[in-house]
Nanobody
Framework: QVQLAESGGGSVQAGGSLTLSCTAS????????MAWFRQAPAKEHEGVAA???????YYSDSAKVRFTISRDNAKNILNLEMTDLKPEDTAMYYC?????????????????????YGQGTQVTVSL
């Protein structure tokens, strides 16, 4: 069974850093776009960043300066380095994978277009 498993979440103070990782079992679902989404309580899933297999990356406005997405295709690992964290970054962070490239069939930030999702890892940022 294909799985995505996130790790690296935790509690930090504002201004701190965390690196999230997502380990995927190899499958056609991990040959295309991989992305990070987050969901705060009572809010919709929000696209944070995405990356194609060739390394082309996409970021939300709130993430483009502070976060860096990367992937190791040989090991099927997706990372999200987060710096200068703010309380508004508090959310459950999810890894997602798709068989096609990030902008195929809709914007990369469209949560519903992905084929596979992880269970999430919680990030809590306090003042």
């Amino acid at each position: 069974q294909v799985q995505l498993a996130e790790s690296g979440g935790g509690s930090v103070q504002a201004g701190g850093s965390l690196t999230l990782s997502c380990t995927a079992s190899r499958s056609p679902y991990t040959e295309g776009c991989m992305a990070w989404f987050r969901q705060a309580p009572a809010k919709e899933h929000e696209g944070v960043a995405a990356i194609d297999k060739n390394g082309r990356a996409y970021y939300s406005d709130s993430a483009k300066v502070r976060f860096t997405i990367s992937r190791d295709n040989a090991k099927n690992i997706l990372n999200l380095e987060m710096t200068d964290l703010k309380p508004e970054d508090t959310a459950m962070y999810y890894c997602a994978a798709d068989r096609t490239w990030c902008t195929y069939g809709g914007p990369w930030s469209q949560y519903s277009k992905f084929d596979l999702y992880g269970q999430g890892t919680q990030v809590t940022v306090s003042l």
